[in-house]
């Protein structure tokens, strides 16, 4: 059974930072695509940023330049590195897993991160 569990959420003031880890368990477990979203009160879940096992990365346009996303695929873990926070940024942030074959999603329960002073 694929677990996905994040850590690392809080509260932090504006332009601080913060490090969000998310940990992959499940015997042969091996996610092509591992990515974070996002959910903030009152809006849709977003796609924060992503990244394919081959190491390409994709971020949101609001987010660029300030977020980083990286993995250990040794490890299943993912990371996404969050400098010059925002009030903006305040939402649950979920961990996100895709496996080709066979073809699944998986997802954390999320962690909240928080911007405020």
């Known amino acids: 059974q694929v677990q996905l569990v994040e850590s690392g959420g809080g509260l932090v003031q504006p332009g601080g930072s913060l490090r969000l880890s998310c940990a992959a368990s499940g015997s042969g477990f091996s996610p092509n695509t591992m990515a974070w979203y996002r959910q903030a009160p009152g809006k849709q879940r977003e796609l924060v940023a992503t990244m394919a096992s081959g190491g390409g990365s994709k971020y949101a346009d609001s987010v660029k330049g300030r977020f980083t996303i990286s993995r250990d695929n040794a490890k299943n873990t993912v990371y996404l590195q969050m400098d010059s926070l925002k009030p903006e940024d305040t939402a649950v942030y979920y961990c996100?897993?895709?496996?080709?074959?066979?073809?699944?999603?998986?997802w954390g329960k999320g962690t909240l991160v928080t911007v405020s002073s």
């Open positions: 996100y897993a895709y496996t080709v074959w066979p073809s699944a999603t998986y």
